[in-house]
């Protein structure tokens, strides 16, 4: 069974500093893709970054990037200059070619202090 | 263009009353799935439709759940009878599925609130 794991529960970061957010998973399949969502306080869920398993190089939009290192099995997020607005749930999720499911983790908390 | 909408956006209801949550997707999406989320169990993916064809349903929780999906631009979720551990935020979400995986655009979610 495919599984994904996100290790921190919460994280508190000093506004402007740049925070990394941890995602492993576990699958055989080497034909996936992983996703990045911010849940923000009221409770949207909002795509921020995709990572293709074949994609050779590492995915950025704005100020998200994603450190997908495949060896590890793992695709963390990035986030660069960290803002008071960037305080939400993050959840990491994966999905297979073919397959619409997405499986998501248990999400990080993060909280940006000014 | 819209988004996923979503009704209502509060419900609170006694056990026992049937619920009908309901889902516009983004027009053209084929792909719509519905999720639960609780603080103690997550997210969790309850039903899967494509081109309107329920295709998982293995995450719905037991018989008191059931969904539709007459045609591309509607979908319900109905709870029959609803009980105080069904509460939870409900949402759907759209997906073009054009080649390889895709992103999931969600809706604003229902809170749903079973006395």
């Known amino acids: 069974a495919q599984k994904i794991t996100q290790t921190q529960p919460g994280m508190f970061v000093q506004e402007k500093e740049a925070v990394t957010l941890d995602c492993t998973y576990d699958t055989s399949d080497p034909s996936y893709g992983l996703f990045w969502y911010k849940q923000p306080s009221s409770g949207e869920m909002i795509f921020l970054i995709y990572q293709g398993s074949y994609d050779q190089q590492n995915a950025t939009e704005g100020r998200y990037s994603l450190n997908f290192q495949k060896a590890r099995k793992s695709a963390n997020l990035v986030i660069s200059a960290s803002q008071l607005g960037d305080s939400a749930m993050y959840f990491c999720a994966i999905g297979f070619f073919g397959n619409e499911k997405l499986t998501f983790g248990t999400g990080t908390r993060l909280t940006i202090i000014p | 263009d819209a988004g996923v909408i979503q009704s209502p956006r509060h419900e609170v209801t006694e056990m026992g009353q049937e619920v009908t949550l309901r889902c516009k997707p983004i027009s053209g999406h084929n792909s719509l799935f519905w999720y639960r989320q609780t603080m103690m169990r997550g997210l969790e993916l309850l039903i899967y439709?494509?081109?309107?064809?329920?295709?998982?349903d293995s995450g719905m929780p037991e018989d008191r759940f059931s969904a539709k999906m007459p045609n591309a631009s509607f979908s319900t979720l109905k709870i029959q009878p609803s009980e105080p551990r069904d509460s939870a935020v409900y949402f759907c979400a759209s997906s073009p599925m054009t080649s390889g995986t895709d992103e999931q655009f969600f809706g604003p979610g229902t809170r749903l609130t079973v006395l």
């Open positions: 439709f494509n081109n309107n064809v329920p295709i998982d």
